[in-house]
Nanobody, 114 residues
């Protein structure tokens, strides 16, 4: 399984960005998908995750600002980030958990300027 994340970039505080993560193969519909982020010097943290049934879980720091969706037909998950803050600056990674296996995509940089 390969995960390809895209959509990062530079945005001003208060702005929005949308990230996408495309998965190879056809496992996405049965997998739990997650978005994580890692800022310099800080441990990687969960941002949002969505089970195969569509249940979502968000970090407290992004609740009300970020939404997550998935398109199983396109093997793609999305993270819509609104009202971005400088503290959202990090490398964002997508993750797939399928049965006992965990897969990571390459990161995509999100930089929020104040």
């Amino acid at each position: 399984v390969q995960l390809q994340a895209s959509g990062g970039g530079l945005v001003q505080a208060g702005g929005s960005l949308g990230l996408s993560c495309a998965a190879s193969g056809s496992f996405l519909s049965g997998a739990t998908m997650g978005w994580y982020r890692q800022a310099p010097g800080i441990q990687r943290e969960l941002v949002a995750e969505m089970t195969s049934a569509g249940s979502t879980n968000f970090a407290d720091s992004v609740k009300g600002r970020f939404t997550m969706s998935r398109d199983n037909a396109k093997n793609t998950v999305f993270l819509q980030m609104n009202s971005l803050k400088p503290e959202d600056t990090a490398v964002y990674y997508c993750q797939m958990r399928y049965f006992s296996r965990t897969y990571w995509g390459q990161g995509t940089q999100v930089t929020v300027s104040s």
